[in-house]
């Protein structure tokens, strides 16, 4: 009787893994053609740091990294002294919709380890601010990331969500 039990659950097992990934491949929704628009102003970043940037020889890594829709923009090996302006001019691909900038920034190995580090980005269309963030690390964290997403439309009107 036990092994007919055990036979009848593993097919009702088969039966609804399989029942379900047909019903799962006919709700599937059709992929859907975007066009991306290239969003029209002049885009640019300031990123600064409360803490001295340096490149990583152990994990390969740049003083400081900006990346912009999965695209290295900037990617500096040299030491940044803390309180530094990079500034990023001309931002590229900038698109009509949701843009997202990526800031990862290795603090040196110098500094106080009981110190948290600021990094702050700001975003400008045309001089104008449109987006800012702040980003804190905890003491001692070798690598501060941040990311920030600003809406640029089609019409040179820009939005912080």
């Not at 990023?88 to 843009?99: A, K, S």
């Not at 603090?107 to 987006?131: K, M, Y």
Request: proline share 6%; aromatic share 6%; hydrophobic share 45%.
């Amino acid at each position: 009787m036990r092994p007919i039990l055990c036979l009848l659950g593993t097919m009702l097992l088969v039966a609804s893994i399989y029942a379900y990934t047909k019903f799962a491949d006919r709700v599937r929704a059709t992929a859907s053609i975007v066009s991306l628009q290239q969003a029209s102003g002049d885009f640019s970043a300031e990123i600064t740091c409360t803490f001295d940037c340096e490149p990583s020889t152990a994990f390969d890594l740049p003083a400081i990294e900006v990346r912009l829709a999965d695209q290295i923009v900037v990617a500096r090996s040299e030491e940044l002294p803390r309180l530094t302006r990079l500034v990023v001019e001309r931002l590229p691909q900038v698109i009509v919709g949701r843009n997202e900038i990526i800031v990862q920034a290795h603090v040196s190995e110098i500094g106080d380890a009981t110190e948290s580090g600021c990094l702050r980005i700001q975003v400008f269309q045309d001089g104008a601010p449109v987006a800012e963030e702040t980003f804190w690390s905890e003491p001692g964290q070798p690598l501060v990331t941040g990311a920030i997403i600003f809406v640029a439309t089609s019409n040179s009107d820009v939005e912080s969500p």
